[in-house]
């Protein structure tokens, strides 16, 4: 019975201690037992160490037993074939333990966990791969040589319209830069919402330079007169007055491509309010290829419909901006001296600028305002 509960208890503590110190086993065994208990169980201690190395004995042969079935079964295999050694068995086996070598595989090891369908181009490939340890990282796709990368000057950015996809290039560029003109403007005449311009490649030069360094900017839209409901509202005592003024646009510059030009013209209620999440009301693309061999860039322009702006304040806003944009920098305005009228009302148009660009607190809507209405 004590032989029993020695060797179920022993099972038991197998996972917590490390069987093959039989000793060291025992030992703790004995030292949990209570104090009442350990005379008497003195008896069975020897028969649980005696049972323990039994054990460890069966496992240290366990090894030595599966060699020695694998010589047996070789000795009969050489028997069968009339060998005398295990090197002859290995020379008539030789092909076939190549070819199992060749095409046996273990994941893991000489093949991926999950190896890629993608099939091979020749069974060269196949054996050098079956050979290799560790599998090899895929190679790159192959580039088509006239693939354009970001710094490329053929870059085209997705969902941004070149000029290609206005005209023929190939068969524009043999045409005077007069039908040129008559041709842009045509192709957007029959559109409400269009607009449709051309700009001479030297004035689009400085104002593109200038919208570089003024990336953003404030204009003011067309002069707006109070409704017939506004008017009666302004009667009603306690009223707030409503007064007739312009809207206040927000401009911004962007340069997506090498020969494209975008202006966004926004609310400025709805910039204050939604950031760059505001939408544009009018956006104009500014088309540069023919600008070298034409001396021409081709302009053209949608508004938005619902979104509070016609076509017309569109055109307004498109020419306000060519005015304060196509202007020298201040500090060459300032060295031509006086100047006549034009030159000191683009002095103005500038500063309002540079006042603007730096958050001045001495930029005032109301100059800004008197600088457009001279333009109109």
Known sequence: MRLVICDTWL????????????DGLVSTMFASLPLSSRRS??????????????????????????????????KTECNRKGLKNVNELKEAYAAQIAHMRKTATTPGANTPLHAP????????QSQSQSSQPYPQPPSAPAQPLDQVTPTSPNYKPPGVKTLSSYLDLDKTAALPPREIE????????HRTESLGATIPASTFRDIAATGRRHPQFVLPGLPRKASKDDAEAHLTPGATPVAEGAPIHFLQWTFPSPDTVVVLFTHLAEYKLRGEFAQPHTTV???????????????????????????????WLLMCMQKFYNTKPLHELEGDGEGDLGQQLARRRRRLMEQFSRGDVDFQVETLLEEAERLG
């Not at 369908?117 to 060269?124: A, F």
């Open 41 to 74: 169980s003195r008896c069975w201690i020897v028969i649980a160490r005696s049972l323990t190395r039994k054990r460890e004995s069966k496992r240290k042969h366990a090894i030595p037993l599966a060699l020695a079935q694998c010589i047996a079964a070789t």
């Open 117 to 124: 369908k993608t099939p091979s181009s020749s069974s060269s």
């Open 182 to 189: 008559s041709l842009w403007r045509l192709r957007f005449a």
């Open 11 to 22: 099972e038991g503590r197998h996972a917590a201690y490390d069987r093959h110190s039989v």
């Open 285 to 315: 693309t500014h088309h540069t290829e023919l600008a070298e061999s034409k001396g021409l860039v081709l302009c053209q322009g949608s508004v938005i419909e619902g979104r509070g702006v016609s076509v017309d304040e569109a055109k």
